[in-house]
């Protein structure tokens, strides 16, 4: 390598770190500032490995119940957030910010303040659509892996498995649920109860979780639940009752490419 040449390249190097070095350190624990409002975020673990990035479901769930994964924070940082509308972020009353699309550039914009540019995905029910989403409307540069737990993927497929869930319970509980589909019905207390009965047996039932002391006081946003999905599980009325990306040539195509890289490390 000539002196000139030699010169160049240490140029470049100092210049690479000096761009790094001049990022600012992002705090623990805080606050983004995302379309439509700011959201809370906090962070456990140091490692130098890959972050992981927790993304809740709902729509308008709690973050909170992430604590329980602190373990996979050994040796990374693992960092969840609470969505626009729940939790510890902020809560406009702005419906037409409960939209998927919205909801992605949230993601993105967390993930940009926070400076992940390779990281790591899990998405947990909703969390699970807003993982799909960001993946095919913003890209897979920089992602690793995605971990869909219980994912919504299709809307139709999922009301179908609820209602064939719901079939059977006893009757007399069928019949409540039968007139509490609607949002303007699902405050009733006999529809409370019976949806009480269809989520002990499968929403919670399969597993009892122990309480998490980080979701002490903190509350989910039933209005983004309600505008996006519904009254209730086994009913979509909101704007998610028609998503379906099963069909989705690009879809498929992404969890292709997953399932080879995972197959190729094996």
């Given at each position: 390598?000539?002196?000139?040449?030699?010169?160049?390249?240490?140029?470049?190097?100092?210049?690479?770190?000096?761009?790094r070095e001049s990022r600012p350190a992002v705090a623990p624990e805080g606050y983004?500032?995302?379309?439509?409002?700011?959201?809370?975020?906090?962070?456990?673990?140091?490692?130098?490995?890959?972050?992981?990035?927790?993304?809740?479901?709902?729509?308008?769930?709690?973050?909170?119940?992430?604590?329980?994964?602190?373990?996979?924070?050994?040796?990374?940082?693992?960092?969840?957030?609470?969505?626009?509308?729940?939790?510890?972020?902020?809560?406009?009353?702005?419906?037409?910010?409960?939209?998927?699309?919205?909801?992605?550039?949230?993601?993105?914009?967390?993930?940009?303040?926070?400076?992940?540019?390779?990281?790591?995905?899990?998405?947990?029910?909703?969390?699970?659509?807003?993982?799909?989403?960001?993946?095919?409307?913003?890209?897979?540069?920089?992602?690793?892996?995605?971990?869909?737990?219980?994912?919504?993927?299709?809307?139709?497929?999922?009301?179908?498995?609820?209602?064939?869930?719901?079939?059977?319970?006893?009757?007399?509980?069928?019949?409540?649920?039968?007139?509490?589909e609607a949002v303007e019905t699902a405050d009733e207390p006999a529809c409370q109860?019976?949806?009480?009965?269809?989520?002990?047996?499968?929403?919670?039932?399969?597993?009892?979780?122990?309480?998490?002391?980080?979701?002490?006081?903190?509350?989910?946003?039933?209005?983004?639940?309600?505008?996006?999905?519904?009254?209730?599980?086994?009913?979509?009325?909101?704007?998610?009752?028609?998503?379906?990306?099963?069909?989705?040539?690009?879809?498929?195509?992404?969890?292709?490419q997953f399932l080879d890289q995972v197959e190729g490390r094996r």
């Amino acid at each position: 390598m000539t002196q000139k040449a030699r010169a160049i390249a240490v140029g470049l190097l100092l210049g690479a770190i000096a761009c790094r070095e001049s990022r600012p350190a992002v705090a623990p624990e805080g606050y983004v500032e995302v379309p439509g409002g700011k959201v809370f975020y906090t962070t456990m673990g140091s490692g130098d490995r890959t972050p992981l990035l927790l993304l809740h479901g709902g729509p308008g769930g709690r973050s909170c119940g992430f604590s329980v994964l602190s373990e996979l924070a050994a040796d990374r940082r693992v960092i969840r957030y609470d969505q626009l509308g729940s939790g510890q972020s902020e809560r406009p009353t702005d419906l037409n910010l409960w939209r998927t699309e919205r909801f992605v550039d949230e993601l993105h914009a967390v993930r940009t303040t926070l400076g992940f540019d390779e990281l790591h995905l899990l998405g947990h029910s909703w969390g699970g659509t807003l993982a799909t989403e960001y993946l095919l409307t913003k890209g897979q540069r920089g992602v690793h892996s995605v971990i869909l737990s219980s994912p919504l993927i299709s809307t139709p497929r999922w009301i179908a498995d609820a209602r064939r869930l719901r079939s059977t319970l006893p009757e007399s509980v069928q019949s409540v649920l039968d007139r509490c589909e609607a949002v303007e019905t699902a405050d009733e207390p006999a529809c409370q109860a019976a949806n009480d009965v269809f989520e002990k047996h499968f929403v919670r039932g399969a597993r009892i979780l122990p309480a998490v002391p980080e979701c002490d006081g903190v509350t989910g946003g039933d209005a983004v639940y309600r505008h996006m999905w519904g009254a209730a599980e086994f009913t979509a009325t909101g704007v998610l009752r028609d998503h379906d990306r099963t069909e989705t040539a690009e879809y498929v195509r992404i969890v292709r490419q997953f399932l080879d890289q995972v197959e190729g490390r094996r």
